[in-house]
């Protein structure tokens, strides 16, 4: 059993991160889902970025390191799409991570990351809000600071395709995406109590 962290995405705390939690809890883990938005929402992602901007983006990472405050040092971050860039703003405060997961998105990776932290990651491919580019300099980051990273591609696929209720959704990729996470949980034992 894990303890694991999931931050939502750009458009708010929805059905995709819900139903992900409910997943993981189906498995066994402890999952925390914090409300960055305070109960807001967006139905696109223009309205999501401005809703991102109006809330800013310090109430957010200071909403978020206040819900992973009493955590178990050892939680399992997992971010959705903006929740990445979450979970890099939180990383560093947090050096006990026992594994980050990062789906539609990669963020930035946080100076001092630990060697050996396993990290996965899952993004379409191309991704307009994670380009083959990114992808590829995060990989290369995470190799040379010694990250154990495995990253997923979908190819052919929209950026949000894990999203059941959005237009670019792809039943059989989201659950790939989803088994593989429970895999990377199960598998690598991060945050195992």
């Keep these: 059993m894990s303890d694991i962290v999931v931050f939502h995405s750009v458009l708010g705390l929805r059905p995709v991160e819900l139903g992900l939690a409910g997943r993981l809890r189906a ?8 409300d960055l938005y305070a ?9 999501g970025f401005a809703l991102k901007d109006a ?27 903006m929740g990445a860039g979450v979970v890099g703003t939180v ?38 809000i994670a380009p083959p580019a ?13 990250a154990e990273a495995r990253v997923f591609t979908y190819p052919g696929l929209g950026h949000f395709y894990t999203d059941a209720d959005g237009p670019e959704y792809d039943a ?9 996470v429970e895999e990377f949980l199960s598998r690598s034992r991060p945050g195992s109590a």
């Design 172 to 180: 059989a990729a989201a659950a790939l995406t989803w088994d593989r």
């Design 134 to 146: 990114q992808v590829a300099a995060w990989r290369a980051a995470a190799e040379r600071v010694g």
């Design 55 to 81: 809330v800013g983006w310090e109430t957010i990472t200071g909403r978020a390191l206040d819900a992973v405050r009493d955590l178990p040092a050892e939680t399992v971050l997992i971010g959705v799409s």
């Design 39 to 47: 109960g807001r929402t967006a139905p696109t992602l223009e309205e």
């Design 91 to 128: 990383l560093p405060h947090r050096p006990g991570t026992a594994g980050v997961v990062l789906v539609h998105a990669v963020g930035a990776l946080p100076a001092g990351v630990r060697a050996g932290l396993p990290v996965q990651v899952h993004v379409a491919d191309p991704d307009p």
């Design 27 to 34: 498995a066994g883990h402890r999952v925390t889902t914090p």
